[in-house]
Protein backbone atom coordinates (compact mmCIF):
# COMPACT_ATOMS: atom_id res chain seq x y z
CA UNK A 1 0.00 0.00 0.00
CA UNK A 2 3.13 2.83 0.66
CA UNK A 3 4.67 1.59 -2.56
CA UNK A 4 1.99 1.98 -4.63
CA UNK A 5 0.85 5.79 -2.87
CA UNK A 6 4.29 7.26 -3.90
CA UNK A 7 4.18 6.12 -7.76
CA UNK A 8 1.72 8.91 -8.77
CA UNK A 9 4.10 11.03 -7.49
CA UNK A 10 7.55 9.60 -9.00
CA UNK A 11 5.82 9.73 -12.69
CA UNK A 12 4.81 13.46 -12.14
CA UNK A 13 8.65 14.50 -11.25
CA UNK A 14 9.98 12.38 -14.04
CA UNK A 15 7.52 13.04 -16.62
CA UNK A 16 8.28 16.94 -15.57
CA UNK A 17 12.02 16.16 -15.71
CA UNK A 18 11.90 14.96 -18.87
CA UNK A 19 9.81 17.45 -20.18
CA UNK A 20 12.20 20.58 -18.80
CA UNK A 21 15.72 18.95 -21.07
CA UNK A 22 13.56 19.29 -24.05
CA UNK A 23 12.56 22.87 -23.13
CA UNK A 24 15.53 24.48 -21.06
CA UNK A 25 19.17 24.18 -22.29
CA UNK A 26 21.69 22.15 -20.15
CA UNK A 27 24.76 24.39 -19.96
CA UNK A 28 27.78 22.72 -19.06
CA UNK A 29 31.25 24.26 -17.66
CA UNK A 30 32.69 20.91 -18.73
CA UNK A 31 36.40 19.57 -17.27
CA UNK A 32 35.65 16.28 -19.33
CA UNK A 33 35.31 18.02 -22.41
CA UNK A 34 38.56 19.83 -22.97
CA UNK A 35 39.44 16.96 -25.60
CA UNK A 36 37.21 19.37 -28.24
CA UNK A 37 40.00 22.03 -27.67
CA UNK A 38 43.47 21.66 -28.42
CA UNK A 39 45.98 23.46 -26.36
CA UNK A 40 48.45 23.48 -29.10
CA UNK A 41 50.15 27.35 -28.59
CA UNK A 42 51.95 29.22 -25.81
CA UNK A 43 49.66 31.10 -23.90
CA UNK A 44 51.89 33.47 -21.81
CA UNK A 45 53.85 35.68 -24.40
CA UNK A 46 56.58 38.45 -23.89
CA UNK A 47 55.59 40.97 -26.67
CA UNK A 48 57.44 44.63 -27.64
CA UNK A 49 55.71 48.11 -27.72
CA UNK A 50 53.58 48.03 -31.21
CA UNK A 51 53.77 44.48 -32.00
CA UNK A 52 51.22 42.41 -32.65
CA UNK A 53 50.53 39.10 -30.99
CA UNK A 54 48.43 36.11 -32.14
CA UNK A 55 46.91 33.01 -29.97
CA UNK A 56 45.97 29.79 -31.77
CA UNK A 57 43.35 26.85 -30.19
CA UNK A 58 42.62 24.08 -32.40
CA UNK A 59 38.81 22.84 -32.10
CA UNK A 60 38.25 19.51 -32.95
CA UNK A 61 35.20 17.47 -33.66
CA UNK A 62 35.26 14.39 -30.94
CA UNK A 63 31.96 12.81 -31.90
CA UNK A 64 29.27 12.29 -33.97
CA UNK A 65 27.34 15.58 -32.31
CA UNK A 66 27.14 18.50 -34.21
CA UNK A 67 28.09 21.95 -33.00
CA UNK A 68 27.60 25.96 -33.62
CA UNK A 69 30.19 27.54 -32.05
CA UNK A 70 30.55 30.87 -30.44
CA UNK A 71 33.67 32.37 -29.27
CA UNK A 72 33.90 35.78 -26.91
CA UNK A 73 37.50 37.35 -24.96
CA UNK A 74 37.45 40.17 -22.77
CA UNK A 75 40.43 41.15 -21.71
CA UNK A 76 42.54 42.87 -24.69
CA UNK A 77 39.41 45.29 -25.92
CA UNK A 78 41.98 48.50 -25.40
CA UNK A 79 44.92 46.54 -27.49
CA UNK A 80 42.84 46.29 -30.32
CA UNK A 81 41.77 42.68 -29.65
CA UNK A 82 40.33 40.41 -32.79
CA UNK A 83 39.40 37.22 -32.92
CA UNK A 84 38.64 35.07 -36.13
CA UNK A 85 36.81 33.13 -36.72
CA UNK A 86 34.71 34.12 -33.74
CA UNK A 87 31.09 31.65 -34.93
CA UNK A 88 31.21 28.70 -37.15
CA UNK A 89 29.67 25.01 -37.22
CA UNK A 90 31.94 21.50 -36.35
CA UNK A 91 30.28 18.54 -38.45
CA UNK A 92 31.22 16.07 -40.68
CA UNK A 93 32.14 18.76 -43.31
CA UNK A 94 34.19 20.58 -41.12
CA UNK A 95 35.67 18.60 -38.59
CA UNK A 96 37.82 21.46 -37.43
CA UNK A 97 38.59 24.86 -36.81
CA UNK A 98 41.19 26.73 -35.74
CA UNK A 99 40.69 29.77 -33.78
CA UNK A 100 42.84 32.79 -33.72
CA UNK A 101 42.88 35.94 -30.62
CA UNK A 102 44.66 38.81 -32.02
CA UNK A 103 46.08 41.53 -30.09
CA UNK A 104 48.65 44.95 -31.27
CA UNK A 105 50.37 46.57 -28.30
CA UNK A 106 49.67 50.35 -28.03
CA UNK A 107 52.28 52.74 -28.04
CA UNK A 108 51.44 53.82 -24.68
CA UNK A 109 49.99 50.71 -22.60
CA UNK A 110 48.45 51.62 -19.39
CA UNK A 111 50.15 48.10 -17.45
CA UNK A 112 52.73 45.68 -18.62
CA UNK A 113 51.00 42.57 -18.16
CA UNK A 114 47.37 41.66 -19.59
CA UNK A 115 45.60 38.45 -19.29
CA UNK A 116 42.37 37.95 -21.42
CA UNK A 117 39.48 35.48 -21.32
CA UNK A 118 38.55 33.58 -23.87
CA UNK A 119 35.00 31.64 -23.97
CA UNK A 120 34.14 29.04 -26.31
CA UNK A 121 30.25 28.27 -26.29
CA UNK A 122 29.56 24.31 -28.00
CA UNK A 123 25.29 24.32 -29.04
CA UNK A 124 24.19 21.15 -30.17
CA UNK A 125 22.30 21.26 -33.39
CA UNK A 126 20.86 18.00 -32.37
CA UNK A 127 19.40 19.02 -28.52
CA UNK A 128 19.54 22.49 -26.43
CA UNK A 129 22.95 21.08 -24.71
CA UNK A 130 25.38 24.14 -24.89
CA UNK A 131 29.05 23.54 -23.34
CA UNK A 132 30.89 26.48 -22.13
CA UNK A 133 34.98 26.29 -21.75
CA UNK A 134 36.93 29.25 -21.02
CA UNK A 135 41.27 29.27 -21.54
CA UNK A 136 43.28 32.15 -20.36
CA UNK A 137 45.83 34.63 -23.00
CA UNK A 138 48.63 36.21 -21.39
CA UNK A 139 50.73 38.70 -22.48
CA UNK A 140 53.89 40.34 -20.85
CA UNK A 141 55.11 43.48 -22.45
CA UNK A 142 59.42 44.06 -22.29
CA UNK A 143 60.96 46.77 -20.53
CA UNK A 144 62.04 49.60 -23.62
CA UNK A 145 65.62 48.90 -22.70
CA UNK A 146 67.71 45.57 -22.06
CA UNK A 147 69.98 45.44 -18.58
CA UNK A 148 72.73 46.03 -21.31
CA UNK A 149 71.14 48.71 -22.74
CA UNK A 150 70.65 50.71 -19.49
CA UNK A 151 74.20 50.82 -18.71
CA UNK A 152 75.10 52.66 -22.04
CA UNK A 153 76.47 55.89 -23.22
CA UNK A 154 74.81 57.53 -25.91
CA UNK A 155 73.53 53.99 -26.66
CA UNK A 156 76.81 52.95 -28.97
CA UNK A 157 79.29 52.54 -25.50
CA UNK A 158 79.97 50.51 -22.65
CA UNK A 159 79.91 52.95 -19.77
CA UNK A 160 83.77 53.59 -18.58
CA UNK A 161 82.88 55.15 -15.42
CA UNK A 162 84.93 54.10 -12.45
CA UNK A 163 82.97 52.75 -9.43
CA UNK A 164 80.77 53.22 -8.16
CA UNK A 165 79.36 55.41 -11.12
CA UNK A 166 79.85 52.49 -13.06
CA UNK A 167 75.81 51.58 -12.87
CA UNK A 168 72.67 53.13 -15.09
CA UNK A 169 72.94 56.30 -12.26
CA UNK A 170 76.86 57.16 -13.58
CA UNK A 171 75.20 56.64 -17.29
CA UNK A 172 72.56 58.77 -16.80
CA UNK A 173 74.84 61.52 -15.69
CA UNK A 174 77.26 61.08 -18.85
CA UNK A 175 74.29 61.10 -20.67
CA UNK A 176 73.13 64.15 -20.05
CA UNK A 177 76.11 66.45 -19.69
CA UNK A 178 77.15 65.11 -23.10
CA UNK A 179 73.45 65.62 -24.96
CA UNK A 180 74.30 69.14 -23.11
CA UNK A 181 77.39 69.85 -25.11
CA UNK A 182 76.22 68.15 -28.23
CA UNK A 183 73.15 70.75 -27.99
CA UNK A 184 75.08 73.68 -27.75
CA UNK A 185 78.19 72.42 -30.37
CA UNK A 186 74.96 72.35 -32.74
CA UNK A 187 73.97 75.51 -31.58
CA UNK A 188 77.36 77.50 -32.45
CA UNK A 189 77.99 75.50 -35.29
CA UNK A 190 74.44 76.68 -36.61
CA UNK A 191 75.30 80.43 -35.58
CA UNK A 192 78.85 80.30 -36.74
CA UNK A 193 78.89 78.12 -39.72
CA UNK A 194 75.03 77.82 -41.43
CA UNK A 195 74.39 81.70 -40.60
CA UNK A 196 77.80 82.79 -42.13
CA UNK A 197 76.75 80.74 -45.80
CA UNK A 198 73.39 82.05 -45.50
CA UNK A 199 74.73 85.22 -45.48
CA UNK A 200 76.78 85.08 -48.82
CA UNK A 201 73.48 84.14 -50.54
CA UNK A 202 71.24 86.66 -52.23
CA UNK A 203 67.99 85.76 -50.52
CA UNK A 204 67.03 87.02 -46.46
CA UNK A 205 64.84 83.82 -46.34
CA UNK A 206 67.61 81.86 -45.20
CA UNK A 207 69.06 83.97 -42.69
CA UNK A 208 65.65 84.23 -41.36
CA UNK A 209 64.79 80.55 -41.82
CA UNK A 210 68.11 79.65 -40.05
CA UNK A 211 67.03 82.42 -37.04
CA UNK A 212 63.76 80.20 -36.27
CA UNK A 213 64.79 76.66 -36.02
CA UNK A 214 67.96 77.53 -34.23
CA UNK A 215 66.79 78.24 -30.63
CA UNK A 216 64.07 75.26 -30.92
CA UNK A 217 66.64 73.03 -32.01
CA UNK A 218 68.68 73.58 -29.08
CA UNK A 219 65.38 72.76 -26.99
CA UNK A 220 64.85 69.75 -29.11
CA UNK A 221 68.24 68.64 -28.28
CA UNK A 222 68.73 68.61 -25.07
CA UNK A 223 65.00 67.39 -24.18
CA UNK A 224 65.94 64.66 -26.70
CA UNK A 225 69.17 63.45 -24.56
CA UNK A 226 67.51 64.21 -21.35
CA UNK A 227 64.31 61.56 -22.29
CA UNK A 228 67.40 58.84 -23.28
CA UNK A 229 69.26 59.77 -20.04
CA UNK A 230 66.24 59.20 -17.73
CA UNK A 231 65.69 56.03 -19.91
CA UNK A 232 68.79 54.18 -18.25
CA UNK A 233 67.63 54.57 -14.86
CA UNK A 234 65.47 51.25 -13.40
CA UNK A 235 61.88 53.37 -13.96
CA UNK A 236 58.93 50.79 -14.68
CA UNK A 237 57.55 50.65 -17.99
CA UNK A 238 54.67 52.59 -17.21
CA UNK A 239 56.74 55.74 -16.06
CA UNK A 240 58.85 55.52 -19.10
CA UNK A 241 55.61 55.26 -20.99
CA UNK A 242 54.57 58.37 -19.44
CA UNK A 243 57.43 60.42 -20.24
CA UNK A 244 57.35 59.34 -23.53
CA UNK A 245 53.89 60.58 -23.78
CA UNK A 246 55.01 64.22 -22.63
CA UNK A 247 57.97 64.68 -24.53
CA UNK A 248 56.67 63.65 -27.60
CA UNK A 249 53.20 66.10 -27.04
CA UNK A 250 56.00 68.52 -26.52
CA UNK A 251 58.23 67.77 -29.44
CA UNK A 252 54.72 68.24 -31.29
CA UNK A 253 54.01 71.98 -29.93
CA UNK A 254 57.88 72.56 -30.94
CA UNK A 255 57.25 71.50 -34.16
CA UNK A 256 53.78 73.41 -34.89
CA UNK A 257 55.68 77.10 -33.53
CA UNK A 258 58.47 76.10 -36.19
CA UNK A 259 56.13 75.56 -38.75
CA UNK A 260 54.12 78.57 -38.06
CA UNK A 261 57.42 81.00 -38.05
CA UNK A 262 58.33 79.51 -41.17
CA UNK A 263 55.34 79.74 -42.90
CA UNK A 264 54.67 83.06 -41.77
CA UNK A 265 58.05 84.03 -43.16
CA UNK A 266 57.55 82.63 -46.26
CA UNK A 267 54.45 84.81 -46.76
CA UNK A 268 56.12 87.48 -45.98
CA UNK A 269 59.20 86.29 -48.53
CA UNK A 270 56.38 86.10 -51.35
CA UNK A 271 54.58 89.57 -50.20
CA UNK A 272 57.95 91.21 -50.93
CA UNK A 273 58.99 89.48 -54.38
CA UNK A 274 55.30 90.04 -55.48
CA UNK A 275 55.40 93.95 -54.63
CA UNK A 276 55.35 94.30 -51.22
CA UNK A 277 52.37 94.82 -48.87
CA UNK A 278 50.55 97.52 -51.02
CA UNK A 279 50.76 94.78 -54.02
CA UNK A 280 47.88 92.72 -54.42
CA UNK A 281 49.40 89.66 -52.88
CA UNK A 282 50.27 91.44 -50.37
CA UNK A 283 46.94 93.70 -49.62
CA UNK A 284 44.77 90.87 -50.59
CA UNK A 285 46.08 87.01 -50.37
CA UNK A 286 48.53 87.80 -47.42
CA UNK A 287 45.96 88.81 -44.73
CA UNK A 288 43.72 85.52 -45.82
CA UNK A 289 46.18 82.68 -46.19
CA UNK A 290 48.30 83.91 -43.05
CA UNK A 291 44.62 83.80 -40.79
CA UNK A 292 43.42 80.56 -42.47
CA UNK A 293 47.21 79.18 -42.30
CA UNK A 294 47.80 79.88 -38.89
CA UNK A 295 44.15 78.38 -38.12
CA UNK A 296 45.00 75.36 -39.80
CA UNK A 297 48.50 74.94 -38.57
CA UNK A 298 47.43 75.30 -34.86
CA UNK A 299 44.57 72.40 -35.14
CA UNK A 300 45.82 69.95 -37.18
CA UNK A 301 48.84 70.19 -34.96
CA UNK A 302 47.61 69.75 -31.78
CA UNK A 303 45.66 66.91 -33.14
CA UNK A 304 48.14 64.71 -34.46
CA UNK A 305 50.32 66.14 -31.26
CA UNK A 306 47.18 64.63 -28.57
CA UNK A 307 47.13 61.41 -31.18
CA UNK A 308 50.63 60.85 -31.29
CA UNK A 309 50.67 61.31 -27.47
CA UNK A 310 48.55 58.43 -26.85
CA UNK A 311 45.17 60.20 -26.78
CA UNK A 312 42.06 58.55 -28.69
CA UNK A 313 41.28 61.82 -30.47
CA UNK A 314 38.32 59.77 -32.99
CA UNK A 315 35.94 60.47 -30.13
CA UNK A 316 37.39 63.64 -29.73
CA UNK A 317 36.92 64.75 -33.55
CA UNK A 318 33.53 63.48 -33.84
CA UNK A 319 32.43 65.82 -30.73
CA UNK A 320 34.31 69.00 -32.38
CA UNK A 321 32.14 67.61 -35.34
CA UNK A 322 28.61 67.74 -33.46
CA UNK A 323 30.05 70.82 -31.81
CA UNK A 324 31.09 72.52 -35.18
CA UNK A 325 27.34 72.28 -36.02
CA UNK A 326 25.82 73.61 -32.97
CA UNK A 327 28.17 76.33 -32.96
CA UNK A 328 27.54 77.53 -36.78
CA UNK A 329 23.67 77.64 -35.77
CA UNK A 330 24.77 79.55 -32.98
CA UNK A 331 26.87 82.19 -34.45
CA UNK A 332 25.88 82.79 -37.49
CA UNK A 333 26.35 86.26 -37.35
CA UNK A 334 29.65 86.05 -36.63
CA UNK A 335 30.43 83.36 -39.35
CA UNK A 336 28.45 86.00 -42.08
CA UNK A 337 30.99 88.23 -40.48
CA UNK A 338 33.86 85.98 -40.96
CA UNK A 339 32.95 85.58 -44.84
CA UNK A 340 31.82 89.15 -45.56
CA UNK A 341 35.66 90.29 -44.96
CA UNK A 342 36.62 87.36 -46.71
CA UNK A 343 34.60 89.11 -49.51
CA UNK A 344 35.69 92.50 -48.65
CA UNK A 345 39.24 91.23 -49.02
CA UNK A 346 39.07 89.67 -52.39
CA UNK A 347 36.61 92.00 -53.65
CA UNK A 348 38.90 95.18 -53.13
CA UNK A 349 36.46 97.49 -52.58
CA UNK A 350 38.81 99.68 -50.79
CA UNK A 351 42.31 99.28 -49.24
CA UNK A 352 43.49 100.50 -45.73
CA UNK A 353 44.12 104.23 -45.75
CA UNK A 354 40.74 104.76 -48.02
CA UNK A 355 38.35 107.31 -47.92
CA UNK A 356 34.92 106.19 -48.34
CA UNK A 357 31.95 107.67 -47.73
CA UNK A 358 28.78 105.06 -46.76
CA UNK A 359 24.94 105.44 -47.06
CA UNK A 360 25.38 107.39 -43.31
CA UNK A 361 26.19 110.25 -44.98
CA UNK A 362 30.14 110.54 -43.41
CA UNK A 363 33.15 110.31 -44.84
CA UNK A 364 35.12 107.75 -43.11
CA UNK A 365 38.84 106.36 -43.37
CA UNK A 366 39.72 102.71 -43.60
CA UNK A 367 42.16 101.86 -40.85
CA UNK A 368 41.65 97.87 -40.54
CA UNK A 369 39.79 95.20 -42.53
CA UNK A 370 39.45 92.50 -39.85
CA UNK A 371 37.96 89.17 -40.15
CA UNK A 372 34.74 90.06 -38.37
CA UNK A 373 34.95 93.75 -38.14
CA UNK A 374 36.02 96.34 -40.14
CA UNK A 375 37.90 100.02 -38.06
CA UNK A 376 36.79 102.90 -39.79
CA UNK A 377 38.06 106.76 -38.47
CA UNK A 378 35.63 109.32 -38.91
CA UNK A 379 37.74 112.25 -40.36
CA UNK A 380 35.47 114.79 -39.12
CA UNK A 381 34.86 113.88 -35.79
CA UNK A 382 37.61 112.09 -34.62
CA UNK A 383 35.87 108.91 -34.44
CA UNK A 384 36.88 105.58 -34.38
CA UNK A 385 34.12 102.91 -35.65
CA UNK A 386 33.94 98.58 -35.07
CA UNK A 387 31.58 98.44 -37.72
CA UNK A 388 30.55 94.35 -38.41
CA UNK A 389 31.84 93.30 -42.13
CA UNK A 390 28.26 92.02 -43.09
CA UNK A 391 27.16 95.46 -42.41
CA UNK A 392 29.58 97.25 -44.66
CA UNK A 393 29.49 94.83 -47.29
CA UNK A 394 25.70 94.80 -47.59
CA UNK A 395 25.60 98.76 -48.32
CA UNK A 396 26.35 101.48 -50.58
CA UNK A 397 30.15 101.88 -50.98
CA UNK A 398 31.64 104.73 -52.67
CA UNK A 399 35.37 104.80 -52.43
CA UNK A 400 36.25 108.45 -53.27
CA UNK A 401 40.02 108.09 -53.72
CA UNK A 402 39.40 105.80 -56.72
CA UNK A 403 40.20 105.46 -59.49
CA UNK A 404 42.52 108.22 -58.14
CA UNK A 405 42.67 111.14 -55.68
CA UNK A 406 41.34 113.77 -57.72
CA UNK A 407 37.99 114.19 -57.41
CA UNK A 408 35.54 116.67 -59.21
CA UNK A 409 33.28 119.55 -57.34
CA UNK A 410 30.78 122.15 -58.57
CA UNK A 411 30.40 125.80 -57.16
CA UNK A 412 26.68 127.31 -58.01
CA UNK A 413 26.56 130.84 -58.20
CA UNK A 414 23.68 133.69 -59.13
CA UNK A 415 23.99 137.00 -60.71
CA UNK A 416 20.91 139.61 -61.05
CA UNK A 417 19.45 140.26 -64.18
CA UNK A 418 21.14 142.95 -66.24
CA UNK A 419 24.49 141.60 -64.94
CA UNK A 420 27.19 141.80 -68.02
CA UNK A 421 27.44 137.59 -68.57
CA UNK A 422 30.77 137.39 -70.20
CA UNK A 423 32.68 139.81 -67.37
CA UNK A 424 30.66 137.09 -64.93
CA UNK A 425 32.22 133.89 -66.57
CA UNK A 426 35.75 135.22 -66.99
CA UNK A 427 36.22 136.47 -63.57
CA UNK A 428 34.83 132.61 -62.15
CA UNK A 429 37.12 131.22 -64.73
CA UNK A 430 40.46 133.14 -63.05
CA UNK A 431 39.21 132.26 -59.51
CA UNK A 432 39.54 128.98 -60.34
CA UNK A 433 42.59 128.83 -61.95
CA UNK A 434 44.70 131.03 -59.99
CA UNK A 435 43.68 128.57 -56.89
CA UNK A 436 46.49 126.21 -56.44
CA UNK A 437 44.62 123.13 -55.53
CA UNK A 438 42.93 122.95 -58.77
CA UNK A 439 44.19 121.49 -61.85
CA UNK A 440 44.80 123.08 -64.89
CA UNK A 441 46.19 119.94 -66.45
CA UNK A 442 44.16 119.57 -70.36
CA UNK A 443 41.11 117.31 -69.87
CA UNK A 444 40.98 118.42 -66.06
CA UNK A 445 40.47 122.03 -67.02
CA UNK A 446 38.19 124.05 -64.73
CA UNK A 447 34.51 124.98 -66.65
CA UNK A 448 31.75 127.36 -66.43
CA UNK A 449 28.74 127.36 -67.43
CA UNK A 450 25.06 129.27 -67.41
CA UNK A 451 22.52 126.55 -66.87
CA UNK A 452 19.31 128.37 -65.85
CA UNK A 453 17.42 131.44 -65.67
CA UNK A 454 16.12 131.49 -62.35
CA UNK A 455 13.48 133.27 -60.41
CA UNK A 456 15.87 135.85 -58.54
CA UNK A 457 18.77 135.86 -61.00
CA UNK A 458 21.16 134.00 -63.88
CA UNK A 459 22.76 130.68 -62.30
CA UNK A 460 26.14 129.18 -63.12
CA UNK A 461 28.06 126.31 -62.36
CA UNK A 462 31.96 126.41 -61.92
CA UNK A 463 33.30 122.75 -62.68
CA UNK A 464 36.90 122.38 -60.84
CA UNK A 465 38.90 119.22 -60.43
CA UNK A 466 41.09 119.24 -57.15
CA UNK A 467 44.21 117.50 -56.85
CA UNK A 468 43.42 115.55 -53.87
CA UNK A 469 40.04 114.37 -52.13
CA UNK A 470 40.91 115.67 -48.86
CA UNK A 471 41.60 118.99 -49.95
CA UNK A 472 38.16 119.47 -51.07
CA UNK A 473 36.19 121.33 -48.61
CA UNK A 474 39.23 123.79 -48.25
CA UNK A 475 39.28 124.41 -51.80
CA UNK A 476 35.35 125.04 -52.22
CA UNK A 477 35.43 127.56 -49.37
CA UNK A 478 38.74 129.69 -51.13
CA UNK A 479 36.71 129.81 -54.07
CA UNK A 480 33.41 130.90 -52.75
CA UNK A 481 35.51 133.75 -50.34
CA UNK A 482 37.09 134.65 -53.43
CA UNK A 483 33.87 134.85 -55.52
CA UNK A 484 32.78 137.05 -53.33
CA UNK A 485 35.19 139.35 -52.72
CA UNK A 486 35.28 139.33 -56.59
CA UNK A 487 31.55 140.32 -57.44
CA UNK A 488 31.75 143.09 -54.89
CA UNK A 489 35.23 144.76 -55.90
CA UNK A 490 33.48 145.05 -59.74
CA UNK A 491 29.79 145.31 -58.20
CA UNK A 492 28.52 142.24 -59.53
CA UNK A 493 25.01 141.60 -57.64
CA UNK A 494 24.20 138.24 -56.26
CA UNK A 495 20.43 138.61 -55.90
CA UNK A 496 18.20 136.84 -53.26
CA UNK A 497 14.72 135.54 -53.47
CA UNK A 498 12.33 138.90 -52.90
CA UNK A 499 8.57 138.91 -52.93
CA UNK A 500 6.27 141.70 -53.46
CA UNK A 501 3.04 142.07 -51.61
CA UNK A 502 -0.41 143.90 -53.20
CA UNK A 503 -2.70 145.05 -50.94
CA UNK A 504 -6.65 144.70 -52.55
CA UNK A 505 -8.33 148.18 -51.49
CA UNK A 506 -11.74 147.97 -53.67
CA UNK A 507 -13.62 146.15 -50.64
CA UNK A 508 -12.73 148.57 -47.74
CA UNK A 509 -15.85 150.57 -45.91
CA UNK A 510 -15.99 153.90 -47.02
CA UNK A 511 -14.71 155.53 -43.78
CA UNK A 512 -11.76 153.94 -43.74
CA UNK A 513 -11.20 154.98 -47.09
CA UNK A 514 -11.92 158.63 -46.10
CA UNK A 515 -9.27 158.14 -43.47
CA UNK A 516 -6.49 156.53 -45.70
CA UNK A 517 -7.16 159.83 -48.18
CA UNK A 518 -6.70 161.92 -45.42
CA UNK A 519 -3.25 160.07 -44.16
Given at each position: MRKQSYNPFIKIIFTISIIGIFIFPTTICADNFNSLIGDDDIYEK???????????????????????????????ESWDQKISPNYFFLDDSNPREIV????????YPEMTERTAIVTFNFR??????????????????????????????????????????????GAFILNVILWIFIAFASYYFIKIILIGLAKKTKTLFDDRL???????????IILYGAIQSVFKLHFTIGFQFHILQVSIFVFFILGIYITYRVYNETLEAWTMKKGGETSMFGAVLKPILK???????????????????????????AGAGIMGLVIAFAAQDT???????????????FKIGDVIYLEEGKYWRVVDVGMRSTRLYSIF?????????????????????KPDAKIRKKVKVSVAYGTDLKKVSKILIEIAKNHPNVIKEKGFEPLVRLVDFGESGIEFIVSLWIDEVMNQWGVLSDVRMEIDAHFKKEHITIPFPQRTV?????????SSKKKNEKN
Open positions: NVSIEKPVCFNWTIYKNSATNYVVTVTAKGFGLKATIPQSLNSNETITITKNATIIIDSLLSEEEENTILGLFKNPLPEPLDTPLIQIVRRPFLFIKIGISIIIVVGFIFALNASGVEVTALLLSNFFSGIHLLLDRPNHELIIMPNNAVANQKIINIVWLNQINQPT
